[in-house]
């Protein structure tokens, strides 16, 4: 095997040295954040807690956590930054704001440094561990606009000497058309939107796998990690699935590399837990746990303990690849807020997906209809056939087999309610499959 790394030191060091490592950069971040950020230096006076009193990476537990509500109410009493930002606002190069899903947009802003040496450092992790190379071109199936998703990975990658294709403000099939006129090895986008172009193409009457693309990154949701998910993806585009994670708030983190053992975690730049959402206590490697995370590296907007309602399960095992870096078996599991009880039974929609997505007979698109609590109404999913040749007795047989794996595996018999071909909405970003009533 062929592995390529960006800082083989820092990613195949021991566990011991890493946390040396880590505790170092810990340490200067925390009186960095304290004497910059007058949002910090509350948090942390209010805590009783001083840069000094930092010893021990254990340490981190005394700090209290930064939510996203924390960001918008800094803003939200001094427009337009907020005092959370630990930089002058002119020395700001770029400006970038979280999606909004739910609630007031959170504004970010990037310092030159940030921009051109620490994102870059970051996102080479990810085009080394993905196998990317200068010779490889990657087309952006989307518009830039505010969201750091699009600039970001590109930005770094285009550096690197990979040529940079942008599709956006483009029609789907003109997007495919692009793809297979400038011979793009690598596409980026949504496991969602993947998914679609492979049905758009198919409607075309274009074999995605015929194409020279052989690398598909996937992030924005969950997709990469979901067996199912990831095995559609692969068979539609004949390409390789790779996981990208991170947050708008504190950026790309979390990478797979060739191997495909999980996500590594970039612990040379980043400080990671896994906390029960509900007592915000550890908990041990293997189980599911809340992700809060600290970034050790950017000057612009650092961020300490931020709850990015993630949940992963940590293996600090080291990689096939040689990478000691900590890695999350399954990717993102899902969010602790989509997570829903249902008849007792704790759910996670990403699960559900994978069952989903086992039945051939059924397309990519599905809604789950989560009944109000107590309404004795049953918890519905909506699917819809793959194709005008699939029989009425195999969706039958294939309606009946998704119930039996979701009542086998989560001891709750849903209803499957097959709706019409192209009758449930199709999404060119993040999709929405989640309705609680």
Known sequence: MNTLYWEKELETMNRKDLEKHQLSLFKNKMQYVYDHSPMYQRKFDQAGIKP????????????????????????ERQPPWGDCICIPPEEGVRVFQTTGTTGTPVKIIINKTDWETHF????????????????????????????IAGWGLPTAFERAGVMIIPGGGISSENRIK?????????????????????????????SLKDSPVRILIVAGEPGANIPATKQTLEKIWGAACFDDIGSSEITNFGFECTCQQGTHVIESMFLVESLDPETLK????????????TNLITESMPLIRFRIKDLVRFNRSTCDCGRTFLRLNGGILG??????????????????????RERKEFSNEYQIHVPKQGSGAPLLIKVEPSDGEVSSKDLQTAKQKL??????????????????????????????RLYRE
């Open 120 to 147: 870059y450092r970051q996102f080479m992790h990810f085009m080394n561990g993905y196998g990317i190379t200068s010779h490889d071109r990657l087309y952006v199936p989307f518009n830039y606009g505010l969201h």
């Open 282 to 293: 550890p908990v041990p490697d293997g189980e599911v746990g809340e992700l809060v995370i």
């Open 178 to 206: 692009a793809i297979l006129e400038y011979e793009a090895t690598v596409v980026c986008g949504t496991p969602t939107y993947m998914l679609y172009l492979g049905e758009k193409a198919r409607k075309m009457g274009i």
């Open 335 to 356: 969010r602790s807020d989509d997570m829903f009880q249902f008849a007792g039974i704790n759910i996670f929609p990403s699960a559900l997906e994978h069952f989903i």
């Open 403 to 432: 119930i039996d794996k979701v009542k086998l595996n989560m001891t709750v018999t849903p209803a499957v309610e097959i709706a019409n071909i192209g009758e449930l909405p199709r999404f060119e970003a993040k999709a929405k």
């Open 52 to 75: 000094d009193d930092i010893r021990t990476l254990a340490d981190i537990r005394n700090l209290p956590f930064t939510e996203k509500e924390d960001l918008r109410e800094s803003q």
